[in-house]
């Protein structure tokens, strides 16, 4: 459950890390482009958020196939 929130948080941050922004033109007639900036900090909570959502993710799995394999184990005749 707190993974699935962190991978949620994560797809948040980077639906908003870009922004795009009005670059002027090299030369004299060429018209404006536009460019993309990325916001460092924000990048930096999406990577964040994306590990610990993963690390969860491995830890529940490894629990739930723990929990069945030691279910599993006990053998009573």
């Known amino acids: 459950m707190l993974a699935a929130g ?12 870009r922004s795009p922004v009005d670059v002027a033109p090299v ?32 830890l529940g799995a490894a629990g739930l196939l723990r929990r069945r394999r030691k279910a599993l184990d006990t053998y009573t005749p």
């Open 27 to 58: 030369t004299e007639g060429q018209p404006a482009t536009v460019s993309v900036v990325y916001d460092p900090p924000l990048m930096l909570l999406c990577w964040a958020l994306a590990t610990v959502a993963g690390v969860l993710a491995v």
């Open 6 to 17: 962190c991978a949620a948080g994560a797809v948040l941050c980077w639906l908003h890390v």
